[in-house]
């Protein structure tokens, strides 16, 4: 049966991979800090699906959480789904530089070390493929967040310009608004965000897989977000910098 490991499975777009994949026949390995929400996904997907499910408490922010997790990689995984992810309440000067370095490490350093640990094994049986979950604001301005996910959109695509087997791939996800837990857990008001910017995780999901095997290195969700994203490109950083400014993270 195909593997596959899922950081950040216990809600939102993670939730919505392990499902598709389930659904998809795939055994699905969870990795998250909540060994309790890990158990009670594990059950659901099992009774729902009929697929084994492995769960492996880890920290991403922790040298212990990673190594847990690329030993795991290291047995071999058929798709990896580097997901797990948060955002800072409040403006980039006023986080705490240990708080910045934690985002930096889960959002980089384990985007980093779980894709490198994966793809060794996907080469050598010529197929398989790593998702990295970034966002739409990594074609903007804002903070940590927004830089640490073009990190991850560069990354993406600078591995997939390297491999030479057809069958193995990797793809930057670039989600805009998504109807998650994200925005509840950063603080963040939303209230003023249109309805017609907002994605469902299923929806999100749908698109990555679509994308997955049409051997693109990015995906962008939505019809809205692929205009917004080509009319950013062109804009001076400036400007791209106070809109998103204006329509980005509000503490509540």
């Known amino acids: 049966m195909r593997t596959a490991l899922i950081t950040g499975p216990t809600a939102g777009i ?36 009929g697929v084994p499910c492995e769960v492996l408490p880890a920290d991403l922010s922790t040298e212990d959480g ?4 690329t030993d795991r990689l290291h047995k071999g995984v058929d798709l990896l789904v580097n997901n797990a992810g948060f955002g800072h309440p409040g403006a980039l000067l006023e986080v705490p530089v240990e708080d910045e370095l934690t985002m930096l490490r889960v959002h980089c350093e384990a985007v980093l070390r779980l894709t490198l640990a994966a793809l060794p094994g996907m080469r050598s049986r010529g197929r398989g493929a790593v998702i990295n979950v970034a966002s739409v604001a990594a074609f903007f301005t804002r903070g940590t ?16 310009s ?17 109807h998650t837990e994200f925005h509840q857990r950063a603080s963040v008001d939303v209230s003023g965000i249109p309805e017609f910017l907002w994605l469902t995780p299923d929806r999100v999901v749908n698109d990555a897989m679509r994308d997955l095997a049409l051997g693109r290195w990015v995906c962008v969700p939505g019809a809205q977000y692929k205009a917004i994203v080509a009319v950013g490109r062109l804009l001076p950083h400036g400007l791209t910098g106070r809109v998103s400014q204006r329509l980005g993270r509000r503490p509540r």
């Open 14 to 49: 993670g939730s919505a991979f392990a499902r598709r994949l389930a659904a998809d026949g795939f055994s699905p390995i969870l990795v998250a800090r909540d060994e309790r929400r890990l158990a009670e996904t594990a059950t659901m997907l099992h009774r729902r699906y």
């Open 66 to 69: 990673l190594t847990a997790v």
């Open 145 to 160: 967040y927004s830089a640490s996910k073009a990190w991850v959109v560069n990354f993406s695509e600078s591995v997939a």
């Open 162 to 178: 390297e491999i030479i087997e057809p069958r193995v791939r990797v793809m930057a996800l670039c989600p805009g608004f998504v």
